[in-house]
């Protein structure tokens, strides 16, 4: 018996412009200028491989291989989310105690003590805000979580 073949996109057509949009995944897109016979294989916008004049066959092939790629690309991009909303919630967490121990004083401390101890309170809590907003990966995660 032989195994059918499972297509897994979306095709868009935009005739006014020649161009045929395989919408492989939520990073990936095939998009082909039809006139040209250009075929180009993006990965979140970015092209990454070009291809031209194509056979028909050729062109079913290398589509099936861009989705099993694609596949393959998304478990990634899911492991990568997962991490990533992992460490936005240990960094909060780090914040929230760095947050708690700003209220925090000893009788027994000097100015110095105290100033020192408030000054990296807030170093910590800056860090904490400033790893999450400035590293792409936790900054889309921490976006995610509070839609």
């Given amino acids: 018996m032989e ?3 499972k297509y897994g996109w979306e095709t ?8 045929m949009t395989h919408t492989i995944s939520e990073h990936v897109q095939v998009v082909s200028n039809i006139k040209k016979g250009e ?7 970015k092209t990454i ?3 031209n004049n194509m056979p028909v066959k050729k062109y079913e092939a290398t589509l099936l291989a861009v989705q099993a790629k694609a596949k393959k690309l998304e478990r990634r ?3 990568v989310s997962l991490l990533s909303k992992a460490a936005v919630w240990a960094i909060s967490i780090i914040a929230m105690l ?3 121990a700003l209220g925090g004083d000893n009788d027994e401390w000097t100015l110095g003590m105290f100033a020192t101890q408030k000054a990296c309170c807030i170093a910590v809590i800056a860090g904490c805000y400033l790893s999450i907003k400035r590293t792409p990966a936790l900054a889309e995660a921490w976006e995610s979580m509070n839609k």
């Fill in 3 to 5: 195994k059918a073949t």
């Fill in 98 to 100: 760095a947050f708690i």
């Fill in 12 to 19: 868009q057509f935009d005739t006014a412009n020649d161009l």
């Fill in 77 to 79: 991009y899911k492991a």
């Fill in 39 to 45: 075929v180009h294989v993006q990965v979140n916008g």
């Fill in 49 to 51: 491989k070009t291809y």
